[in-house]
């Protein structure tokens, strides 16, 4: 039997969690610093402790105004302090809500960022590292904070994106660019052969080879809801277990 995590971005004060979170086996939620009050950030972590889904941090820059998806310009101690401070205010309320927090995924154009900066990337597991030593980082395959996380000895997994189109390179086609986000139909059949096959078909129609521990559906999109409850519904229907990657079973 095949197997695959299935995780949204989510506590965002936007997306309909309760609803898409017993269909995941992950959730990788707000640290308030690009969306979500704590009142979104705590419900989250509520509903994923009801349904026994694994609970990632997901911090990002401090840039509500833009939901964290342009890049900042920061110093690095700056960054540091931020990126502490996120870890440390989601630690407090996963402990107050007696849930593990799992790992962690840094969030929008920091994500994109740490993928092909490889001195942001080592700043970000140095981060995790500090704050706890065994703490696993998701991300990209096979990217500049893979790689970052695998020297700072941090364990590390691998995500693909269910409705994101990919670039011959392996990155995400960027938002700006016409068919970066993909269709309903489009990213169910994405998914499904990235998991049967390991393989998918780029923007430029190109076949590539992808390692994926983990599948991400945006929790903010307005289809998200349809998509999580259709990819959990075709992925079972093929015989694949929707597990998370930490070992926590749906």
């Known amino acids: 039997m095949k197997y695959i995590d299935l995780n949204a971005d989510l506590g965002e004060g936007c997306g309909d969690d309760l609803a898409i979170i017993p269909l995941l086996s992950s959730a990788n939620i707000s640290c308030g610093a690009h969306a979500g009050s704590e009142a979104d950030i705590v419900r989250a972590l509520q509903a994923c402790k009801q349904h026994q889904v694994c609970v990632g941090a997901h911090p990002s820059y ?19 302090l931020s990126l502490q401070q996120q870890l440390r205010y989601f630690q407090q309320l996963a402990d107050a809500t007696g849930v593990l927090m799992a790992y962690v995924k840094p969030h929008g154009a920091l994500y994109n960022q740490a993928a092909v900066n ?7 597991a140095a981060v995790v590292k500090a704050h706890r030593a065994d703490l696993p980082i998701l991300t990209l395959p096979d990217c500049a904070l893979f790689h970052a996380a695998k020297a700072a000895g941090l364990p590390v997994y691998q995500e693909a994106f269910a409705d994101r189109a990919y670039l011959a390179t392996g990155q995400l086609v960027p938002r700006s660019q016409p068919g970066a986000v993909l269709g309903h139909q489009s990213a169910l059949q994405q998914s499904l052969r990235l998991v049967q096959t390991g393989s998918i078909e780029c923007i430029d129609q190109q076949n590539i080879q992808l390692t994926a521990d983990s599948l991400c559906l945006h929790g903010d999109s307005p289809e998200a809801l349809q998509l999580a409850h259709d990819l959990s519904s075709a992925l079972q229907l093929a015989g694949v277990r929707i597990q998370s990657f930490i070992g926590v079973f749906r």
């Open 62 to 80: 401090p840039d509500r105004a833009n939901f964290g998806r342009q890049v900042m310009a920061m110093s690095a101690d700056a960054l540091i």
């Open 118 to 124: 490889s001195d942001l990337a080592s700043l970000i």
